[in-house]
């Protein structure tokens, strides 16, 4: 069982940057992928990033490469998503999430990021 709590959301403007954090229990972070989400209102929940056990690998939506980087502390059991030139379009709630290999078994509760123009 992992709980994650996410944290470090807020108002920001346009070409600003925020830093996500989750924070995650559990002895077994290490073995999890990591990905961060998101849902706009009205959206469809979406992928944003994902950073595999080892931090090795990365991936993320064509929408925000060059600006988010995902990353981790596996000693501190803490995923990180800095926020970079953000953009109006960024405005969502953001999710925190833990999966083994198939799908994502675990969520956070969410935290809003609102950027205004």
């Known amino acids: 069982q992992v709980q994650l709590v996410e944290s470090g959301g807020g108002l920001v403007q346009a070409g600003g940057s925020l830093r996500l954090s989750c924070a995650a229990s559990g002895r077994t972070f290490s073995r999890y992928v990591m990905g961060w989400f998101r849902q706009a209102p009205g959206k469809e929940r979406e992928f944003v990033a994902s950073?595999?056990?080892?931090?090795?690998?990365?991936y993320y939506t064509d929408s925000v490469k060059g600006r988010f980087t995902i990353s981790r502390d596996n000693a501190g059991n803490t995923v990180y998503l800095q926020m970079n030139s953000l953009k109006p379009e960024d405005t969502a709630v953001y999710y925190c999430?833990?999966?083994?290999?198939?799908?994502?078994?675990?969520w956070g509760q969410g935290t809003q990021v609102t950027v205004s123009s």
């Open positions: 950073v595999n056990w080892s931090a090795s690998r990365t």
């Open positions: 999430a833990a999966g083994s290999g198939v799908g994502y078994n675990y």
